[in-house]
């Protein structure tokens, strides 16, 4: 069944007809391909798992100008077991934000797209960041998108953003000496916005500081309030994020919006805490410039509200894991926008005094870009794994190595893990199964697709014995912008990909994949499944709960997994947690939760039982507080 497939007609014939022999599926799985109406076809840029079993799809503008100029910003809703899919109307352009399950099982939304890119060559009007000022300590003051700022020579620039500059802060320090008058110092309030020159033209060009007016303002106002830039060019420019956040709700299956973040973001990554907070870092501002590290925010659900975060920096789309401990471990794993000399190292972030543990040991560390990471089943083991990835940049470089890291150590290294299969691969996905292994699939070999490198191969790793073994092989490519979730019956759906070209010789441009395909892994093939009868719909920390089941004495493990909210092959939310089976009874069992926050974060779980053949139940959806 593994011997090559035999070209021609005849041979794909037979092809598909040894896939879809029962022997076959038992021992490496089965693909199929879904096809939505054209009026359902969307740019999978991010998925997640609902609550509901639904799976929100977004793609905002789906990294396509036309659509961003129309202000053409989609996101689908899909019912994977019932077929069914609908439109939401979706408020922003999405693309590129962040997102994770909240603890209600709303799904936070934050950042995205507020402008595209513009390449080397293509930048016609010469642009900048515009520091604008506030020197009057009696209110803010908001500046409209298309305000115009005027350099001490006549040149015009005009803002391609809303901006709301805060007011000055006047501090008064008493007399130092008796009979003097007290010192008054007023600090002016700054807000950068991206400006452009009102028309093309060398003329606009500037590698000067300047101080530059208001149009429309006089008097006091023009004397307060003024424009500072260092340098205008024609310099690529790019891509600029956006302060917006929303929740989506899946009740209401509708964007609710919350408060803005302080910083704009493009390429962030969430990550839930274990009090039920979210923390924000990195991503590209809304003038195209990556964010520094002291703007790293916390969300909290309670209140809708944003506040600072300890200062750290991270390249964009970090993959930042929570761990027993509660600090947070970042596996080096990272999509693509910040120099290849800073922020490139694993390690521990202790969010309570700011420390950070590097941690050693990864073979091609240089190559960590579009890798894959994963918080291996099961989470108590604390085990981080690394798969894959590339060099920075729009390197051609790929690595097939694996490396695991023990986070329990007290002083955690990477040790090697088998090589990926099929060779160096970038943009894997990684998916936690129910039977405690790592299904991987997709990914390609050069940057985005090049060469026509993309892998048709799916392979599962297993913990237990340090191993892949192979996978039933998917028939669409997947690379940059390419999703991959469990879904509650134990099946996996694959979404998205975004390669260059279409040709091996990278000539003829591809076009956006919008095929979605669902995987039934080899378990699925094994006989009669164990059921979940009854279950409750909630348990706290700590609790032990009863869970009817069809046969009691067959059941082998228990866990909780928490639903995935994956873009660019970066899924930190996805984990699985095992839970101590106790109290066999004809009909039911006795499961006891874990009472460690940082173990099992607050928020809703697929709840599976799984038999000693390794056969999962569908998923009994369980609310776990605090």
């Not at 996805?574 to 006795?590: C, I, N």
Request: charge should be negative; hydrophobic fraction near 35%; include cysteine.
């Amino acid at each position: 069944m593994n011997a090559p497939a035999v070209l021609g007609f005849a041979g794909s014939q037979y092809h598909r007809y040894v896939i879809n022999q029962p022997g076959y599926k038992a021992e490496f799985g089965h693909w199929q391909t879904l096809t939505l109406p054209t009026g359902f076809r969307v740019n999978a840029i991010h998925a997640t798992l609902l609550r509901t079993g639904k799976v929100l799809i977004i793609a905002g503008s789906g990294n396509d100008q036309r659509s961003f100029d129309a202000n053409t910003f989609k996101s689908l809703l899909l019912d994977p077991v019932k077929n069914t899919y609908k439109l939401i109307p979706t408020p922003k352009d999405m693309f590129c934000g962040g997102h994770t399950s909240l603890p209600d099982g709303n799904v936070l939304v934050a950042g995205g797209t507020l402008r595209y890119e513009q390449l080397d060559g293509a930048v016609k009007k010469a642009a900048g960041t515009m520091r604008v000022r506030n020197e009057s300590p009696d209110a803010a003051r908001t500046f409209p998108k298309g305000t115009t700022f005027t350099s001490p020579d006549g040149r015009a620039y005009v803002s391609t953003a809303e901006v709301t500059v805060p007011a000055a802060t006047k501090t008064v320090a008493p007399p130092t000496t008796p009979g003097a008058a007290a010192k008054v110092t007023v600090t002016a309030g700054e807000q950068h916005v991206f400006v452009e020159a009102v028309a093309e033209g060398k003329q606009y060009l500037n590698d000067q500081s300047a101080q530059y007016a208001v149009k429309g303002l006089s008097g006091v106002d023009a004397h307060n309030l003024y424009g500072m830039a260092d340098r205008m060019s024609l310099d690529k420019q790019d891509f600029q994020g956006i302060r917006s956040a929303y929740e989506f709700n899946p009740d209401t299956e509708s964007y609710e919006q919350v408060a803005d973040m302080a910083y704009a973001r493009w390429y962030p990554t969430l990550t839930g805490l274990g009090n039920g907070d979210v923390v924000t870092v990195s991503g590209l501002d809304d003038t195209g410039q990556i964010l520094t590290g002291n703007d790293n925010e916390v969300y909290h659900p309670a209140t809708k509200t944003w506040s600072k975060a300890p200062d750290r920096y991270f390249p964009t789309y970090p993959s930042l894991f929570l761990t027993a401990g509660g600090k947070l471990f970042y596996s080096g794993s990272n999509a693509g926008y910040g120099p290849a000399d800073k922020g490139r190292t694993p390690g521990l972030w202790n969010l309570k005094d700011n420390s950070f543990q590097a941690v050693q040991g990864l073979r091609d560390a240089d190559r960590l870009e579009t890798s894959s990471s994963v918080l291996l089943p099961p989470a108590q083991a604390q085990k981080v794994m690394v798969l894959g990835g590339g060099g920075v940049g729009e390197s051609p470089l790929s690595t097939a190595r694996t490396a695991v890291a023990d986070l329990s150590a007290p002083q955690p290294v990477f040790t090697p893990g088998p090589d990926l299969p099929a060779g160096g691969t970038r943009y894997l996905n990684s998916v936690i199964l129910p039977d405690d292994t790592v299904f991987t699939t997709g990914g390609s070999s050069d940057y985005r697709g090049k060469h026509r490198s993309d892998l048709l191969k799916a392979q599962t790793y297993h913990p237990d014995t340090n191993s892949f073994s192979t996978d039933a092989e998917p028939t669409v490519g997947r690379d940059y912008h390419s999703e991959a979730l469990l879904l509650p019956d134990g099946r996996v759906i694959v979404l998205g990909s975004n390669p260059l070209f279409a040709d091996k010789a990278d000539t003829e441009p591809a076009s956006f994949e919008q095929r979605i395909e669902i995987y039934s892994p080899a378990y699925l093939y094994h006989g009669t499944r164990p059921a979940i009868t009854a279950a409750p719909a909630a348990a706290g920390l700590g609790s032990a709960i009863t869970v009817a089941t069809s046969d009691a004495s067959a059941i082998a493990t228990a866990k909780l997994i928490r639903p995935s909210s994956v873009t660019h092959a970066t899924d930190v939310e996805q984990r699985s947690v095992a839970l101590t089976v106790s109290d066999r009874t004809t009909g039911g069992l006795t499961l006891t939760l874990p009472d460690n926050p940082n173990l099992l974060p607050p928020g809703w779980y697929m709840l599976y039982v799984t038999d000693r053949n390794g056969t999962p139940s569908v998923a009994s959806w369980l609310q776990v507080t605090a």
